[in-house]
C-alpha cells in the first residue's frame, strides 16, 4: 500500500508489488489553509485504511516536504503544523542565510539556499514569535513522518528517508547526514530528530505486522513512481509547480534557484519549485466567472501572445524566483482586451514560470535533457497540453493520470518488502505526445515583465 499524504487530501492505492497494477484505493479530504493540526491528517488516515490496510504485505507514505510538525515530550504537537506554502518565515530565512555566511556557503552546507517553505525558517520563525512553545518542543517531525508514525508499531522510534530530511534545511544532503546543530540554532535549543533510514530498507512494522517503508517527500515519491530517469524532466503543475529530475550528482547552487535535494533511491533529485500553479488558472476561473472547460476554451480562441496581455502570476507571493512578498502583476491591457486574452495570459503565465523551471533544471546537472513529462492535474486540460509544447519550445509527453506519489510509495514499500537492491521494475505506461509550433515571444515578453518587475514585485 502507497499513501500520498498531501496538502489537501490523503490517498491510499493498493497495488500488486509484481507489476504495479493498482487493485483498490480510497481518499479523504485535509483541511484547507497553510497552518493545519497534523492529528487531521491521521483522522483522515485512519478513513482510508479500513479495507485496504489489512490487504497489505507492506506500506510507505509520501507525504507533503517541508512542514514543520513540532512535538513535545508527550509526542504531542505545540502548535499547528506551519506547511511547505506558508511564508511567514522568509524573513527567518533571510537571516538564516545570513548566518550560515551567505547563499552560497548555505548551499555548501545544506544543498540548497533556504526559503521560507525549508522547515528551519519555520524553527526560526517560531522561535522568535511563539517562545513558550518553541521552548517545549522535544521532537520535530516532517509531515510524512508523524503519519508514518501513526502507522508504526509501538515502540518504534520515529524515522525519516533521505529524500525528505533533504528539504529541511538542517541535513546535509551531499554528506547523507542530519546537521542537528543548524535545527538547535534555528530553534534556540536541541531537538530530537527522526533517524533516517537507507534507500529500499525496512523501517520498522505497523501494529498488525507489516513492512513499514522509510516513506518520502511526495516529490520524491513522484519521480519513484514514474520511474525517472536521468536526463527526464518531470513537470507537475498542482498547488504548486515543480520542474525535477534524478541526477547521479548532487547540486550546489548557491543562487538558490534549484534546490539540492537527495532523491528516494541514493542519488539526487534538483528542483526548481513555484508557489503559483494551478491555483493561477483556479483564481482567472473565478474572475471570468466560467468553469475550467470554458477557462480552456476561451483561452484556445485568443491568438498567442493573448494581443499583448502578459501575466507575471506571484499572486501568492513566489519562490522561483524568490520573491515571497511579490503580488500578480497584469501588463498591456487596452479597451480592446478580450476575456479571451485574459484567460489565454494566465495559461501563457503558468507555463512560462514552469519553462523557467525547467530551463534552471537543465542547467544545474551533467545529464542532457531529454523527455519532458507532464502531470499533475492541471495537465489534463486542454488548453495546458495544446500550450505546453508552444511555451516550452519542445515535445511534450504526458503519461495517464495517476496518483503517482501514492504509487511511488507503493513502489518504496514493495521494495523493502523484496530486500532487493533496487526497486522493483513496473512496466511503464504510453505517454500522450504533444507537439506544436514554439512560441518564443510569449517567453520573450514573460521574461522583460519579470525582470522588470524585480526591484519592486
Known amino acids: 500500500m502507497g ?15 509484481d507489476d504495479g497494477t493498482v487493485v483498490d484505493q480510497a481518499s479523504a479530504k485535509h483541511p484547507d489553509g497553510t497552518e493545519v493540526d497534523p492529528r487531521a491528517w491521521l483522522a483522515a488516515l485512519d478513513q482510508v485504511t479500513p479495507g485496504l490496510l489489512e490487504r497489505a504485505e ?36 533571510r537571516e538564516l542565510i545570513e548566518e550560515h555566511g551567505g547563499p552560497q556557503a548555505c548551499a555548501e552546507a545544506v544543498g540548497s539556499v533556504l526559503v521560507a517553505s525549508f522547515t528551519v525558517t519555520k524553527l526560526r520563525w517560531l522561535r522568535d514569535h511563539e517562545p513558550e ?15 508514518s ?82 536526463g527526464d524532466v518531470l513537470v507537475s503543475i498542482g498547488t504548486s509547480g515543480v520542474a525535477s529530475t534524478v541526477s547521479r550528482s548532487a547540486v550546489v547552487d548557491g543562487t538558490g534557484a534549484v534546490t539540492g535535494f537527495a532523491d528516494a533511491t541514493g542519488g539526487y533529485l534538483p528542483m526548481a519549485t513555484t508557489m503559483n500553479a494551478a491555483r493561477i488558472l483556479d483564481l482567472q476561473a473565478a474572475l471570468l466567472g466560467v468553469d475550467h472547460d470554458e477557462l480552456a476554451e476561451l483561452a484556445l480562441s485568443a491568438p498567442a501572445g493573448a494581443n499583448g496581455v502578459t501575466l507575471l502570476p506571484y499572486y501568492g507571493g513566489e519562490r522561483t524566483p524568490n520573491r515571497p512578498d511579490a503580488t500578480g502583476t497584469w501588463t498591456g491591457l487596452r479597451p480592446s482586451t478580450t476575456r479571451a486574452d485574459l484567460a489565454r495570459a494566465a495559461y501563457e503565465a503558468l507555463l512560462c514560470s514552469l519553462a523557467d523551471a525547467v530551463d534552471l533544471i537543465g542547467g544545474a546537472v551533467p545529464e542532457q535533457v531529454g523527455r519532458i513529462l507532464l502531470v499533475g492535474g492541471a495537465a489534463r486540460s486542454a488548453a495546458v497540453r495544446a500550450l505546453a509544447p508552444a511555451v516550452l519550445g519542445r515535445p511534450v509527453e504526458v503519461p495517464p493520470s495517476a496518483e ?6 507503493a513502489r518504496q514499500a514493495a521494495w523493502a518488502l523484496s530486500g532487493a537492491e533496487a526497486p522493483p521494475a513496473w512496466p511503464a505506461p504510453p505517454t500522450d505526445l504533444l507537439e506544436a509550433d514554439p512560441t518564443p515571444d510569449v517567453r520573450a515578453r514573460y521574461t522583460e515583465l519579470r525582470d522588470r518587475t524585480s526591484d519592486w514585485n
Not at 78 to 88: E, G, H
Not at 404 to 409: F, K, T
Open 133 to 147: 512553545a518553541a521552548a517545549r518542543v522535544e521532537r520535530v517531525l516532517l509531515p510524512h513522518d508523524y503519519v
Open 58 to 93: 507492506a506500506v510507505a507514505v509520501g507525504g507533503q516536504q517541508h512542514g514543520m510538525v513540532a512535538l513535545d515530550a508527550d509526542g504531542e504537537p505545540v502548535r499547528p503544523a506551519l506547511l511547505w506554502n506558508d511564508t511567514r518565515s522568509a524573513d527567518a530565512a
Open 149 to 230: 508514525a501513526h502507522l508504526a508499531a509501538p515502540g518504534t522510534a520515529p524515522f525519516t528517508d533521505r529524500g525528505d530530511a533533504s528539504g529541511t534545511g538542517y541535513y546535509a544532503a551531499h554528506e547523507g547526514r542530519w546537521r542537528a546543530d543548524l535545527a538547535a540554532a534555528a530553534l534556540g535549543h536541541e531537538v530530537a530528530l527522526p533517524e533516517v533510514v537507507d534507500p529500499g530498507a525496512v523501517a520498522g512494522r505497523t501494529t498488525a505486522g507489516q513492512v513499514l517503508g522509510a516513506g518520502t517527500g511526495d516529490n520524491m515519491a513522484a519521480a519513484l513512481g514514474m520511474d525517472l530517469r536521468p
Open 404 to 409: 503517482y506519489v501514492a504509487l511511488g510509495a
Open 3 to 17: 499513501i500520498d499524504s498531501s496538502t489537501q487530501s490523503v490517498k491510499a492505492l493498493l497495488v500488486d508489488g
